[in-house]
């Protein structure tokens, strides 16, 4: 009795098409079970009347696959408008069966045995779209994800949970539709990334020099001879002892020069950037030097023109999301500075050199993790012994007569990255430098001797602030 129901129900609703009834695989079978699936769509929302003939709706098959229509009223003819795009089947108890041969649109027409039409019907033969969503069901079944087809591509809507897991979808889709997916998914989530780079060096120097300088003459009438050892005294030098013998026609002349020098150099440079995830953000905080070029003009003479190099603090990075919260880092960081000691001197004009700390990687790490991407440990030694040939090897007096100069250099570098997740945030809970800055007042100045004012902290409510490190 229930199906005899869902029939009549079909008869009325289709009003004007009362000798066709469309029931192909109904939601339910022979038995009254439910069926899983249901291949056909509902056409009663879709028909309209047309001239000598009634539009049945529109009719969705997967490429390669087929489907059956059951029409409730005798026909004699079954036509199919382009036979490259759907094959049609007249098969017994009033049975059409439909095979998807193509990707495209066409239309089914029944006629009854006077030749009238009965019903025509748009055929869509698309991907497979029901395989296509169980799949995608699998791989992502908390996310919203809907299939559409348009034309001959596949459209791709909804949220996902992170850029990795519409990847994956959208490489799925490919697999049914290649070449015909447009993506139109979204991703949850923050997708902005701040990145903190600690560039830290440490340099330590220790040099010792110590020479002798001798200079022996003899002078007998018109006789002179001399012998001179040594660099003379040294404007290096922080110590020099100079002394002199004289007797008759001999005289000695002795400079030492002495000179202990340690040093240290300490570097730390902090940049941070925020940068939209698969978007590209540099930073630099430095500066340009000029460099001249000598460039030919076009009648043969040379003039000299300016060239600029960057130098400071730079950084750039390309962030992409590729999970809940991981982040995959493409990334260029440099600290350069300007060397005098390795300067160029060229037409009397000296160009400066630089001082280079450089790293180019990719990473990969969570919200709040750290990777120290670049670490330099350099220990230079150096001594040298200058002396006269043969000299050197007499004790005392060889070694009174010589230079010895003794340089260590030892440097370590080390270049942490540091990734987070962000989201925007009220002003209120920014702190910049000028908010612990500000001027001395006039009796500050002259009669305390004070160069700043006392700055008043506005810290916003509830949050945990200031952000960065602000001077104090």
Same mark, same amino acid.
């Given at each position: 009795? &229930?199906?005899?129901?869902?029939?009549?129900?079909?008869?009325?609703?289709?009003?004007?098409?009362?000798?066709?009834?469309? $029931?192909? @695989?109904? =939601?339910?079978?022979?038995?009254?079970?439910?069926?899983?699936?249901?291949?056909?769509?509902?056409?009663?929302?879709?028909?309209?009347?047309?001239?000598?003939? %009634?539009?049945?709706? #529109? /009719?969705?098959?997967?490429?390669?696959?087929?489907?059956?229509?059951?029409?409730?009223?005798?026909?004699?003819?079954?036509?199919?408008?382009?036979s490259d795009i759907a094959d049609v089947e007249a098969l017994p108890d009033k049975t059409i069966y439909i095979l998807g041969k193509k990707i495209g649109s066409t239309n089914l027409t029944i006629r009854n045995g006077a030749g009238k039409i009965l019903s025509v019907i748009d055929i869509s033969v698309t991907y497979d779209i029901s395989g296509l969503k169980a799949k995608m069901h699998e791989l992502a079944p908390g996310d919203l994800v809907e299939v559409r087809p348009a034309g001959e591509s596949l459209v791709l809507s909804g949220r996902v949970a992170d850029a990795?897991?519409?990847?994956?979808?959208?490489?799925?889709?490919?697999?049914?539709?290649?070449? &015909?997916?447009?993506?139109?998914?979204?991703?949850?989530?923050? @997708?902005?990334?701040?990145? *903190?780079?600690?560039?830290?060096?440490?340099?330590?120097?220790?040099? *010792?020099?110590?020479?002798?300088?001798?200079?022996?003459?003899?002078?007998?009438?018109?006789?002179?001879?001399?012998?001179?050892?040594?660099?003379?005294?040294?404007?290096? $030098?922080?110590?020099?002892? %100079?002394?002199? +013998?004289?007797?008759?026609?001999?005289?000695?002349?002795?400079?030492?020069?002495?000179?202990? #020098?340690?040093?240290?150099?300490?570097?730390?440079?902090?940049?941070?950037? +925020?940068?939209?995830?698969?978007?590209?953000?540099?930073?630099? =905080?430095?500066? #340009?030097?000029?460099?001249?070029?000598?460039?030919?003009?076009?009648?043969?003479?040379?003039?000299?023109?300016?060239?600029? &190099?960057?130098?400071?603090?730079?950084?750039?990075?390309?962030?992409?999301?590729?999970?809940?919260?991981?982040?995959?880092?493409?990334?260029?960081?440099?600290?350069?500075?300007?060397?005098?000691?390795?300067?160029?001197?060229?037409?009397?004009?000296?160009?400066?050199?630089?001082? /280079?700390?450089?790293?180019?990687?990719?990473?990969?790490?969570?919200?709040?993790?750290?990777?120290?991407?670049?670490?330099?440990?350099?220990?230079?030694?150096?001594?040298?012994?200058?002396?006269?040939?043969?000299?050197?090897?007499?004790? +005392?007096?060889?070694?009174?007569?010589?230079?010895?100069?003794?340089?260590?250099?030892?440097?370590?570098?080390?270049?942490?990255?540091? =990734?987070?997740?962000?989201?925007?945030?009220?002003?209120?809970?920014?702190?910049?430098?000028?908010?612990?800055?500000?001027?001395?007042?006039?009796?500050?100045?002259? /009669?305390?001797?004070?160069?700043?004012?006392?700055?008043?902290?506005?810290?916003? =409510?509830?949050?945990?602030?200031?952000?960065?490190?602000?001077?104090?």
């Open positions: 009795m &229930k199906r005899k129901r869902i029939l009549l129900l079909t008869f009325l609703t289709l009003g004007s098409l009362a000798t066709v009834g469309f $029931a192909a @695989q109904s =939601a339910f079978s022979e038995s009254n079970g439910p069926l899983s699936l249901s291949p056909l769509r509902n056409f009663v929302s879709s028909i309209v009347s047309v001239e000598r003939g %009634i539009y049945g709706g #529109e /009719m969705a098959i997967p490429v390669n696959k087929s489907q059956f229509l059951k029409v409730h009223q005798p026909y004699s003819e079954v036509t199919v408008g382009n990795g897991r519409l990847r994956q979808l959208v490489m799925v889709a490919e697999q049914y539709a290649p070449g &015909k997916v447009t993506n139109m998914l979204a991703v949850e989530g923050s @997708q902005q990334v701040l990145l *903190k780079v600690r560039f830290a060096e440490v340099r330590r120097s220790v040099l *010792k020099d110590i020479g002798f300088s001798n200079l022996f003459e003899y002078t007998k009438g018109e006789v002179l001879f001399s012998l001179a050892t040594g660099d003379g005294l040294s404007p290096e $030098a922080f110590g020099s002892s %100079i002394a002199s +013998i004289l007797s008759n026609d001999f005289s000695v002349l002795n400079i030492i020069d002495l000179l202990e #020098e340690k040093g240290m150099v300490r570097t730390l440079a902090e940049p941070n950037i +925020i940068a939209l995830s698969g978007d590209n953000a540099t930073f630099l =905080a430095g500066g #340009e030097f000029p460099i001249p070029v000598a460039q030919s003009t076009e009648s043969g003479n040379t003039t000299i023109t300016v060239e600029y &190099k960057k130098f400071g603090v730079g950084l750039s990075f390309t962030p992409t999301v590729i999970g809940k919260d991981t982040i995959n880092l493409v990334m260029d960081a440099e600290v350069s500075s300007i060397d005098p000691t390795v300067s160029v001197t060229t037409s009397g004009l000296t160009i400066p050199g630089l001082k /280079m700390r450089r790293s180019n990687t990719t990473v990969e790490l969570r919200d709040g993790q750290s990777f120290a991407i670049a670490g330099l440990i350099e220990d230079n030694f150096e001594d040298t012994v200058r002396a006269i040939p043969g000299l050197a090897g007499i004790p +005392i007096i060889g070694q009174l007569a010589s230079s010895k100069d003794f340089l260590r250099r030892q440097t370590e570098l080390v270049i942490i990255i540091e =990734a987070h997740l962000v989201q925007p945030t009220i002003a209120q809970a920014l702190s910049v430098p000028t908010d612990r800055t500000v001027p001395p007042s006039d009796a500050a100045l002259f /009669m305390m001797g004070k160069t700043e004012g006392e700055a008043v902290l506005n810290e916003a =409510a509830g949050i945990d602030g200031p952000y960065g490190y602000i001077l104090p």
